[in-house]
């Protein structure tokens, strides 16, 4: 860093955290001066002789006087009198903040000095890193690598100060996340605070033991892993415990109750519940950190994952499997899961935003093992059998599961409510509302523009209705067939074009009657639906970005096995033969209902722009912007209409794309519902077209990838920002194109 941060940051305490942070900002020259004060001389003589601090202060006093950055780095309750005591010494522009476990006692002990008007500067902060060791020597400089740093910003912290803290925390390698002080200090009493006190707790029962000496001695690594944090610093916790004694008791509480619990099922030997139990509890061990953790919290967050691909001539060779249909692998976990008897699933996508709904599912009591390599198996609880969950049901970022679960949930006895990530929170949800209102649910979206979170009040009588969809939309038909499982009479709904059928295919997999005449699909309520088997085909959306990678590439010769070609959702492999493509679809055959076939391509011939015929913009409207790269490599002009829908998606597809189109040196043009491309291509030149550049992803999974692809015919380095929600369709997406002859360097 050229400029450094501050000028002089001042330690108030000087332990475990503070020194390791002193550490960070000596190795990454982030201050010209640090000075520290604490009641132990030899701490200060010591943190002086390792050239931690240039002077060191018995009176806090002094060591403020002139630094813009004070960090208490001491006992949460010794907070408000440092504070009294350094006042008269604080600038307007000076940063303070702490790093203790708790923030709602930190907060008050600084309204207490400061009043309600507290300083611009004072942004409370933790970071969850910590060792067994104390003391000044104990600091290391990569503590907090690799490790979460909360930020508790106040509505009076401004806006410079939290963005010099997070690049201070980012210098130290954290992840740094900004959350409120109230939920901080929930979360963190149930993370971190209630974990430390059955530690505590578990290993004061065995010592009370008269077989101790043996069950210390012959105690397995699982004892180990979980006791160790019984060795921290007793007089830490205690102040710990009692600092936030409200939200520490509060989980006490819960844990006792879900002890009794699980208590019983074992006591009554009920195998079916407590298998149930044990797979929830392994799904939410490996899924929630990222899903229910980090995303929610992360909207202020700068720090985010990106692709790099450097320019170069690359092949795009092999055979591969990519990830199962996410729109197979949603259904079949909600299908299943109010179906009688047992479901089991092959090729489940193992994506975050698939996950979300099996988790939503696990949250409503439905029993679901896996999934392992793919596989799940669904203990059917019938059409009256889901159970009100315990809190709201995150959908991170899937807007297929919210839609089609607003149906469902519309029927049910029970309220809900589904909120999603920052990305899912702007995607409009009245469209699916609106025509679950007439048929009798009462539903409530966010804001003017009927965002989530989404609100439903159960116990309604729903009643079949005949609904023409105003656009053409696969999710908000099958929300509205959904809601008609349960509706009194027929429901039916006729589209203005045909859109992927999967809800009905696999309806009437599950033994459920659908009738399709034309455009309408209708269905009669109250019938059953009975556990099978599924296989879920491989997504042709994820494919698309293969076909454009080879399509577009010299002397490649690319196979995709069994991909789904639903024929509501081959408009990707249409339009790319109307463009030329060396495309051939083989070995067609039909698995769990659903027809898939072996796509080959090959980059023989240079591909022309075309007008995308309209009637196929319903059946490719998720692979437009991997087409959009092709059409980018074409010969002549590309022109796109009738594709208002992709402004809506989870970012507005069309703008976005076309900015970083221009961004590459692509000549188009964005219109309402389309996008005009100027395509560089030339008959038989296998030559760069896109320059490269930083391309702005808006955290949309297919915008990350189109541009990835765009790295096959690049001339300058290419960078993705955002590209972190790849993992939600396509977690394998750099591991394969890698082996194709692509190679994506990932960096957070």
């Known amino acids: 860093m050229s400029q450094p941060l501050f000028e002089k940051v001042a330690f108030i305490g000087l332990g475990l955290i503070g020194s390791s942070l002193a550490r960070v900002i000596r190795a990454e020259h982030l201050a010209n001066d640090i000075v520290a004060s604490t009641r132990s001389q030899k701490t200060l003589e010591d943190a002086k002789s390792l050239g931690l601090i240039s002077e060191g202060y018995a009176d806090p006093v002094e060591a403020v006087k002139g630094a813009d950055l004070v960090v208490l780095a001491l006992p949460v309750r010794a907070t408000q009198k440092v ?12 940063i303070i903040t702490d790093v203790g476990s708790t923030k709602g006692n930190v907060v008050d002990a600084a309204k207490a000095v400061f009043g309600d008007e507290l300083p611009e500067g004072f942004v409370p902060g933790h970071p969850i890193a910590g060792a067994e060791h104390t003391g000044v020597h104990a600091g290391k400089v990569d503590l907090f690598a690799n490790h ?18 997070i690049q201070l925390w980012q210098a130290a390698k954290a992840e740094v996340i900004c959350m409120d002080v109230d939920k901080h200090d929930e979360v963190l009493a149930h ?15 065995l010592a009370k033991r008269e077989d101790n000496l043996d069950i210390f001695r012959y105690a397995a690594g699982g004892f180990r892993d979980f006791s160790r944090i019984a060795a921290s610093d007793p007089q830490m916790w205690h102040d710990i415990f009692f600092a936030n004694k409200k939200a520490v008791l509060n989980a006490v509480d819960g844990f006792e109750q879900q002890l009794a619990i699980i208590r019983k099922l074992i006591e009554d030997e009920d195998s079916h519940a407590l298998m149930g139990l044990l797979g929830h509890a392994q799904a939410a061990r490996q899924h929630f950190n990222h899903m229910l953790a980090k995303k929610p919290f992360m909207e202020k967050n700068k720090v985010t994952q990106q692709f790099t691909i450097q320019p170069g001539a690359k092949k795009f060779q092999g055979k591969f499997t990519v990830p199962g249909d996410k729109s197979v692998s949603h259904r079949s976990i909600m299908f299943g899961a109010i179906a009688e008897g047992t479901t089991h699933v092959t090729g489940f996508l193992e994506g975050e935003d698939a996950l979300a709904t099996l988790q939503a599912f696990r949250d409503m009591g439905v029993s679901i093992e896996g999934p392992k390599n793919g596989e799940v198996t669904i203990h ?39 909120t999603g990530d920052a990305s899912l929170s702007k995607r409009p949800m009245e469209r699916i509302a609106k025509p679950l209102r007439e048929m009798g649910a009462q539903i409530q979206t966010t804001g003017e523009r009927g965002t989530p979170p989404v609100s439903i009040t159960g116990n309604q009588n729903l009643k079949g209705i005949q609904y023409d969809l105003p656009m053409a939309s696969a999710q908000v038909k099958s929300g509205i067939l959904l809601a008609g499982l349960w509706a009194e009479g027929e429901t039916s709904v006729t589209e203005p074009e045909p859109t992927r059928d999967h809800t009905e295919r696999m309806l009437r997999a599950f033994g459920y009657e659908v009738k399709t005449e034309g455009n309408r699909i209708s269905l009669q309520g109250g019938g059953k639906l009975v556990g099978t088997n599924i296989q879920v085909p491989s997504d042709i959306s994820s494919a698309a970005f293969f076909m454009v990678g080879a399509a577009i590439t010299e002397n490649s010769d690319v196979t995709l096995e069994a991909v789904g070609i639903n024929p509501t959702r081959t408009g990707v492999i249409e ?8 495309i051939t679809v083989e070995n067609e055959r039909i698995a769990g209902g659903e027809p898939i076939a072996d796509i080959r391509i090959r980059g023989t011939r240079t591909l022309k722009g075309i007008h995308m015929p309209e009637d196929q913009v319903p059946l490719a409207i998720d692979e437009f912007p991997a087409l959009f790269i092709a059409a980018a490599c074409a010969e002549g002009q590309t022109i796109l209409t009738g594709a208002a829908e992709l402004r809506v998606k989870e970012s507005d597809r069309i703008q976005v794309m076309a900015d970083g189109l221009q961004t590459m040196g692509i000549d188009c043009t964005p219109t309402e519902d389309g996008i005009i491309i100027e395509g560089k291509g030339k008959s038989g030149d296998w030559l760069p077209i896109f320059t490269g550049g930083e391309i702005e992803s808006h955290h949309d999974h297919r915008i990350a990838m189109s541009f990835s692809i765009a790295g096959l015919r690049n001339s300058e380095q290419i960078k993705i920002v955002g590209t972190e929600t790849v993992a939600t369709s396509f977690p394998t997406f750099t591991e394969l194109t890698s082996i194709a002859g692509l190679p994506i360097q990932v960096s957070e």
Do not use: C
Request: aromatic share 6%.
């Open 83 to 94: 504070l009294e005591a350094i006042k008269p010494y604080l600038s307007a522009n000076t």
């Open 148 to 165: 979460k740093v909360i930020l508790t910003p106040l509505p009076s912290s401004a806006d410079w100060a939290v963005d010099k803290l």
């Open 191 to 205: 993370t971190s605070h209630l974990p430390h006190l059955m530690a505590f707790n578990l290993v004061e029962q």
């Open 380 to 418: 059917g609880v019938g059409m009256q059998g889901l159970k009100a969950p315990q809190s709201a049901i995150y959908m991170g970022n899937s807007g297929t599961s919210m839609r089609l679960l607003s149906g469902m949930l519309a029927a049910q006895k029970f309220d809900s409510v589904m």
């Open 575 to 582: 339009i790319l033969k109307q463009m030329g493509a060396d």
